[in-house]
């Protein structure tokens, strides 16, 4: 009983993750250019981001009437007229603030989710996966010679990769 119950607010927990990000992904998918809604929910679908196609044509709906979104129709060969989104000049402004929320809380996350105790050690606990090898990471935690509130920029989390400091 109380694994079941884990399970399932571990799945809601996802869901509710991946709900967070669908507004952000819908509106890189159209900026790409005019697309068709069903292509947005298979690459959404592919991408394990939604798997519901009620959940899409409501949010379009509330971009649209936002005015981050419009939409134009286009003739078919094969059955009737096809509803193409595009993101409007106001859209394309939004996803830029969307985009620089989004990197620094990937940032910030590797920062939390990645850091090893003092010692360079992993935090007691943790899953395998989520155990970075030895010294690995190391360039995410702050250099003890900065002062305690230097953020961390993106160069700083662009070098997660690179060779541990000796």
Not at 9 to 32: A, D
Not at 98 to 117: G, M
Request: hydrophobic fraction near 35%; proline fraction near 8%; include cysteine.
């Amino acid at each position: 009983m109380v694994v079941t119950q884990v399970f399932m607010n571990v799945e809601n927990t996802q869901v509710q993750m991946r709900k967070g990000i669908l507004e952000f992904c819908i509106l890189h998918i159209i900026s790409r250019g005019e697309v068709y809604a069903s292509d947005m929910l298979e690459e959404l679908t592919s991408a394990r981001i939604m798997v519901v196609e009620g959940t899409l044509y409501p949010l379009l709906t509330r971009l649209k009437n936002a005015g981050l979104v419009e939409y134009k129709w286009v003739e078919s060969l094969s059955g009737p007229p096809r509803k193409y989104y595009i993101l409007t000049g106001s859209g394309r402004e939004f996803l830029t603030h969307l985009q620089t929320t989004w990197e620094e809380l990937v940032a910030s996350t590797r920062l939390v989710t990645l850091k090893l105790k003092r010692n360079g050690s992993p935090v007691a606990g943790d899953p395998p996966g989520l155990q970075p090898a030895p010294n690995e990471y190391q360039s995410l935690t702050p250099d003890p010679g900065l002062p305690a509130n230097t953020p961390l920029n993106d160069e700083a989390i662009d070098q997660s990769t690179a060779a541990p400091r000796t």
